[in-house]
């Protein structure tokens, strides 16, 4: 069974920055593509942000120009670099493989990790 580890959130003021990290145990990383979910209080989980097999990436506009994910096939992780952020940021982030770049997406892995708290406040 595939397990996700995400690390790196953390409590930060708007316009700052924060590198998430995820960690995929268990299955054959470079097969996929990757994406980081969020879910913030109240909202559905939604894809912010998604990167093919080829390395072509996608973002929600929300976050585009912002943020910057990052596939390491030989390290089986996927990274997330989130810059000038807003309070809107505000959420639980999640890695998984979604089944296309939309931000609905459904993810490929019916299980999800811990995810890793984002909190962007003054």
């Known amino acids: 069974q595939v397990q996700f580890v995400e690390s790196g959130g953390g409590l930060v003021q708007p316009g700052g920055s924060l590198r998430l990290s995820c960690i995929v145990r268990?299955?054959?990383?470079?097969?996929?593509?990757w994406g980081w979910y969020r879910q913030a209080p109240g909202k559905e989980r939604e894809l912010v942000a998604f990167v093919a097999l080829n390395g072509g990436t996608k973002y929600a506009d929300s976050v585009n120009g912002r943020f910057t994910i990052i596939r390491n096939n030989e390290q089986g992780t996927v990274s997330l670099e989130m810059n000038s952020l807003k309070f809107e940021d505000t959420a639980v982030y999640y890695c998984?493989?979604?089944?296309?770049?939309?931000?609905?997406?459904?993810?490929?892995?019916?299980?999800w990790g811990p995810g890793t708290q984002v909190t962007v406040s003054s």
């Open positions: 268990g299955g054959t990383f470079r097969y996929y593509p």
């Open positions: 998984n493989a979604p089944l296309s770049s939309a931000a609905t997406a459904a993810p490929l892995f019916p299980n």
